[in-house]
DNA sequence: ACTAAGTCGTGAAACCGTTCACGATGTGAA
DNA sequence: TTCACATCGTGAACGGTTTCACGACTTAGT
């Protein structure tokens, strides 16, 4: 069983789009400088995080861009697939669908639901949009375990306990909240205000810095 | 000039967030392992966030929330309040507009721009789409420098390079590809898809644990 | 007034992730 | 073949963040 980091396996899908992109081009072999200067980090990190897949290149020629992504998407990929449900089809719901419409060959929007009946059956973004009822049903014939949750933040503590129910175990919330789950539980929270507020924060700092130093 | 971490200033816009809630619920103090229970963070974290704001609490009452709150949003806010510009007005785009609508007072989109001529003029979610050609009036008169970015990945470096001799500082990007920015520039990449290919690796694993310790 | 209980503020330690530094390795040129 | 060179792999050092541990402080109860 591989142990990365939730870093390294971010980098690792990063490295995976590069090489992706490489091979469409035709290139063969790659350093791992340039690797890491696409992404704007070091050689030694891009080095380390294939040490952990324990991918190894050659001194002269770097990695085998083919032989590094069978290597990544050994770690990275289910067999057959990633197959991912979507929650509260909303604006932000909608749009996430629309990003994912057939664009990744092995992550795959497979189920979109939302609680509300005017929506039941709709055809938005290539699927059809069920009632929260068909959760555990749709989620074990398909073998879904990763669910997008995009609910108002008012919802999202009892959808995610359904979706636990439903035998999730992995979610990318939306929703601007911590959400209480349990131990084996994965969940990640992309919190879009608390982003912008941070870059906002900063992009201040440094007007102010120019100002002082001047 | 305060020096805080961006983690630190993350987590401070959390706090905002718990403590707004409380106060409109009557809550006159709070103790720092209340703040951190509801994040999932420890309180000495807590502590330590505050200490960087030079905000003290008392031993008894724990922080007057009324008080931190004004604290933290000297730290965090732009006086007048801060004014974003958002580009890129595809799906993605939308629900953004469409999730700040006015739900925060200090946060505010005061824009929108982009460059499809059959947007131009159009009215969503309450701003009128403009061209490209007038952001750096637009951001001028409105004294933005934070754009949210939103445009097509093959866009992106062409249109951040836009942002920035617009007098752009600060970019919270959604384009699944690391910029190219000045050192001066503050720029932070939301990767949708890398996020969620980390979550299902996760929650795989999870799967794959219980079934080897079981 | 004194004690017990609970929280705050913070120096020091621990932890994790990144970077440095360098030996090992493979390649091409003389 | 031998040398010069560039890159790889990785132990060790470093730096930033979090957590521990504990003294200081405040209040309530006796």
């Given at each position: 069983m591989l142990s990365a980091s939730a870093k390294t396996v971010a980098r690792l899908s990063l490295y995976r789009r590069i090489l992706t992109d490489c091979a469409a081009r035709g290139v063969r072999s790659i350093y791992s400088h340039e690797l890491a200067q696409t992404l704007q980090i070091t050689a030694t990190q891009v080095r380390r995080d294939l040490m952990v897949v324990g991918f190894s290149g050659s001194p002269?020629?770097?990695?085998d861009v083919e032989a590094l992504l069978g290597s990544i998407s050994t770690v990275l990929d289910r067999a057959g697939g990633e197959q991912v449900a979507l929650v509260g089809v909303g604006n932000l719901g909608r749009a996430i669908l629309s990003y994912f419409q057939g664009r990744y060959a092995n992550l795959n929007v497979a189920a979109a639901f939302d609680?509300?009946?005017?929506?039941?059956?709709r055809l938005i973004h290539g699927l059809t949009i069920q009632p929260m009822t068909k959760l555990s049903e749709v989620v074990a014939a398909n073998g879904i375990y990763t669910a997008i949750l995009t609910v108002p933040a008012s919802e999202a503590q009892r959808v995610v306990e359904e979706l636990i129910r439903a035998g999730i175990r992995g979610i990318l919330n939306f929703a601007p909240l911590t959400l209480r789950v349990p131990e084996h539980i994965y969940i990640r929270t992309v919190d879009i205000a608390m982003k912008l507020e941070t870059v906002a924060f900063f992009a201040r700092q440094d007007a102010a810095r120019e100002v002082y130093e001047a």
């Open positions: 002269n020629k770097g990695y609680q509300d009946p005017a929506l039941h059956g």
